[in-house]
């Protein structure tokens, strides 16, 4: 299978290392230090106490790469945009298209959400580029659930977790959704075919949406967040919010933000993704995380005053900082 990993960050790196030990012709879209030293070292992971790498094509431009049978797209969302102008070379009619970003897609309404169905969710996908870009029946979801960092460009140390879950936004088990979990499961991933992928990223974005900002703005791991009572009750406040959106659009959530705050707690001492940005200087996926979920409330008819606070005071900070 021709693989084409873009953004050969963290997640990307692990994923692209992991297929092309299985055997899959994986090529690398990158730039900068990325792209020079994925072409003069490959791809490395660190993982479990030992480092593999592998040799793969690396080119900044798309056209230099081909037609793929599988495009893993594995980027911040507020790179997406330029994702969208530049992917049309690697994509035939048969093409699959993998999204492994965290927060709410801009496909979420593909073939779910009952009035909301077809919906265009202007905080991801402002006029509508991405979706004209990368047509519907090319899109596979993808939830990760794994923390990666990167020793350096191109070098990606795996630091626990190992879970894909994977489906079709129709959610259809239609026979390229098996075979892609057979083979991500033979490339050594536990991958899991979703009954609903729409479900499972909503899930995860109930974690992280308001964990990842506050951890941005405080500069707060998440055991001290978790630890303040008065953050601990904003977060939760955040969370019903979601909550409501969710079984509005017809992906309830049956724990307490309390539940899922045991869990959060376990993770320790626990630097987000979003942290990791505003220490490197890098832009913040705000939108996909927060904004959508404004919006969102105001699709469903359900009042967001704590998101609202959380997405001003957030984005007030990356602003000053050049980040959004």
Known sequence: MKVTIYGAGAIGGWIGVRLAQAGCDVSVVARGDTLKAVQ???????????????????????ADLGVQDLVVVAVKAPAMAGVAQ?????????????????????????????????????????????AQAIPGHHIIGCVVHASCSLNGPGHVKHHFGNKLIIGEPSGEKTARVQQLVALLGKAGFEAVLS?????????????????????????????????????RGFVSAVMLEAREIGARIGIPIDQQPEDRHQVTAKLGAFKTSMLQDVEAGRPVELDALVTVVKELGGLTGVPTPFTDALLGLSRLHAKVRNLY
């Open 86 to 130: 530049a992917i049309a070379p690697l994509l035939g009619p048969g093409t699959m298209v993998l999204t492994a970003m965290n927060g709410v897609p801009w496909w979420f309404f593909e073939g779910f959400g009952g009035a909301l169905a077809g919906t265009r969710l202007s905080a991801v996908d402002p006029g509508g580029t991405i």
């Open 195 to 231: 009954e609903q992928i729409q479900k499972d990223a909503w899930y995860k974005l109930w974690g992280n949406m308001t964990v990842n900002p506050i951890s941005a703005m405080t500069g707060a791991t998440t055991d001290l967040i978790m630890g303040d009572p008065l953050v």
């Open 40 to 62: 003069d070292n490959g791809l490395r992971l660190e993982s479990a106490g030992s480092t593999a790498t592998v040799p793969v094509r690396a080119s900044s431009n798309p």
